[in-house]
């Protein structure tokens, strides 16, 4: 009886100590809390590009929003307020009410499935079509609407009225488009309003499993992140450690890299793997992302390969990867090596300008032990963090000199000149926004 005691026991102990393990880290996450007084983003900077290209964006992972959930975020100089109706739709609508201003994300109510209600007077707006409206129905709230001759100076009209009214009829908010794709939410943000040039992929990786997430603040222009992905030298420099208690005569990481831009004609033939089981690895994921031809003006492409150096003498290649820039603020890159392989997928949301915040989303294999992802999450902040300390502390070059006899810096060129196109009617957007708030 005393055996079979202890047998229980001993069954029970490690049974609350692999449950304790699961939930540390079958989902693991690191955040950076803002600091509250955050002076790095008021450092000059130098002239920059606007702080808000146009673009698909992150809003949530797709875990964060329950059905019936409301949340606002300020995103690239917008308040918006997002919630999960109880049709299980993500829906994203302008911040505040119509009615008396009040902000719908906050306190806001899912109403008749797709709908916010205002937490201050309780006006409903449908989150497809932005109508204010009175019941399930979807039928249109009739208003009138008033407005201040001149609110600044508050003075009367010609028939001595402080408010005049302007008309009758529907009211609507702003609506913004939605996609929710392999566990992300994101949305669609344009400067002149347009609709998207181009669709995000859905990734054929139902083999992998979401398993962790980093949040970081970055103080820098925005174009600075995903530049870093055409900036072939700064790996010499930045990125050859592996940790910092093995000395470097010990271990070494060296990366060699490629970028291009996937529209250039000679995209295939300098980007193609020499390596037989990176190519076709390679084959899968081109495959998915180039049969997408509305995509491939705004994707920019890079190949890694990545070698680890034992007592500056043995190289061993140890993993490759391959990166796919879509737009100005998401990348998807696929790690592959002998025994794993992991999806990390980038994503920057702008708070305000100068102040960025990435995410880092890692996928793996599910035969993956769970300690594993959590130190490839690790290991790949820790590469991001060397990133971030220049980041803070640069200023944008306006003016660039490139060593146009390296392809290096002619990569860098190119990329410059692609990442550009995002900008369309960004610097008039930006200035509405300077005259509203200050």
């Not at 900036?231 to 930045?238: G, S, T």
């Not at 990176?278 to 190949?303: G, H, S």
């Not at 890694?304 to 990166?323: E, P, R, S």
């Not at 009617?425 to 200035?431: D, R, T």
Request: proline letters at 4%.
């Amino acid at each position: 009886m005393t055996i079979l005691s202890y047998e229980i026991l001993l069954t029970l102990i490690v049974f609350i100590l692999y449950y304790l393990y699961y939930r540390k880290f079958k989902f693991f996450e690191i955040v950076e809390k803002l600091e509250q007084h955050n002076i790095r983003n008021k450092l000059p900077r130098g002239k920059c590009p606007p702080s808000y290209p146009n673009g698909w964006y992150r809003l949530c992972r797709s875990g964060e929003l329950k059905s019936g959930e409301v949340k606002e975020i300020k995103l690239c100089g917008r308040h918006i307020a997002y919630y999960r109706g109880t049709d299980k739709t993500v829906y994203a609508v302008a911040a505040y009410c119509p009615h008396m201003g009040a902000n719908l994300g906050i306190g806001g109510q899912v109403k008749f499935r797709s709908c916010i209600e205002c937490p201050f007077h309780g006006w409903a707006f449908d989150g497809k079509s932005g109508l204010c409206v009175n019941s399930d129905k979807l039928d249109p709230k009739i208003v009138s609407t008033y407005c201040y001759p001149d609110i600044e100076r508050v003075t009367k009209n010609q028939k001595g009225e402080y408010l005049q009214k302007i008309s009758d009829g529907e009211v609507k908010i702003k609506t913004y488009l939605v996609k929710e794709l392999k566990g992300i939410v994101y949305i669609w943000l344009h400067s002149n309003e347009s609709k998207p040039w181009y669709d995000l992929v859905t990734e054929q990786s139902e083999h992998l499993t979401l398993r962790a997430e980093s949040v970081n603040y970055v103080n820098c222009h925005i174009q600075e992140i995903p530049e870093n992905g055409a900036d072939m030298k700064h790996f010499d420099y930045i990125h050859y450690s592996a940790m910092d208690i093995i000395p470097a005569w010990l271990l070494q990481l060296r990366w060699e890299m490629r970028t291009k831009n996937a529209k250039d004609t000679d995209f295939l033939e300098k980007m193609t793997h020499p390596v037989e089981k990176c190519r076709t690895y390679q084959k899968t994921l081109f495959d998915q992302y180039l049969v997408n031809k509305e995509l491939i003006p705004y994707l920019n492409v890079l190949l890694l390969d990545g070698y680890v150096i034992l007592f500056n003498k043995y190289k061993f290649h140890a993993v490759w990867a391959t990166g796919f820039q879509m737009g100005p603020a998401t990348v998807a890159l696929y790690v592959k090596s002998a025994i794993f392989e992991v999806l990390f997928k980038q994503a920057i949301q702008p708070v305000e300008k100068f102040t960025q915040k990435v995410y880092h989303t890692v996928f793996t294999n599910n035969y993956l032990p769970y300690w594993l992802s959590a130190y490839l999450l690790h290991a790949e902040l820790r590469q991001v963090i060397f990133d971030v300390k220049l980041w803070n502390a640069k200023i944008f070059s306006e003016t660039l000199r490139y060593n146009m006899k390296t392809y290096a810096d002619q990569a860098l060129l190119n990329w410059r000149q692609w990442y550009s196109q995002f900008y369309e009617g960004s610097a008039e957007f930006e200035k509405s926004l300077d005259q509203l708030e200050w």
